[in-house]
Nanobody
Framework: QVQLVESGGGSVQAGGSLRLSCVVS????????MAWVRQAAKKERETVAS????????HYADSVKGRFHISQDNAKTTLYLEMTDLEPEDTAVYHC??????????????????????WGQGTQVTVSS
């Protein structure tokens, strides 16, 4: 089982930036799809960014395209989410998520939150206007 631990959340003003990190451990071999999923109060969960770990192909939700950037380190033990030009609507708990083994759906699309069975505990991001 893969373990995911996020960090880097906090409170910023609109227009600011934050960088989230996720340490990946456990049995992650064969996990091709990683993502960041956010959960805002009274809103549905949303996959904001995904990465295919083999080729680093990425996809983004329209709501964050051009502002967020997902990446991983060379050892594939840490996942990042660079968030710039933050808006109050970005306020949410951000979870690092891992897809099922040997499934490469994120090569073509960002994927729905339900397609990622493994989640971290999340980190809070609050953007004030």
């Amino acid at each position: 089982q893969v373990q995911l631990v996020e960090s880097g959340g906090g409170s910023v003003q609109a227009g600011g930036s934050l960088r989230l990190s996720c340490v990946v451990s456990g049995n992650a071999r064969g996990t091709y799809c990683m993502a960041w999923v956010r959960q805002a109060a009274k809103k549905e969960r949303e996959t904001v960014a995904s990465i295919y770990t083999i080729s680093t192909t990425t996809h983004y939700a329209d709501s964050v395209k051009g502002r967020f950037h997902i990446s991983q380190d060379n050892a594939k033990t840490t996942l990042y989410l660079e968030m710039t030009d933050l808006e109050p609507e970005d306020t949410a708990v951000y979870h690092c998520a891992a897809g099922p083994l040997l499934n490469a759906f994120c090569l073509w699309r960002v994927g729905s939150p339900d397609e990622y069975p493994h989640w971290g505990q999340g980190t809070q991001v609050t953007v004030s206007s």
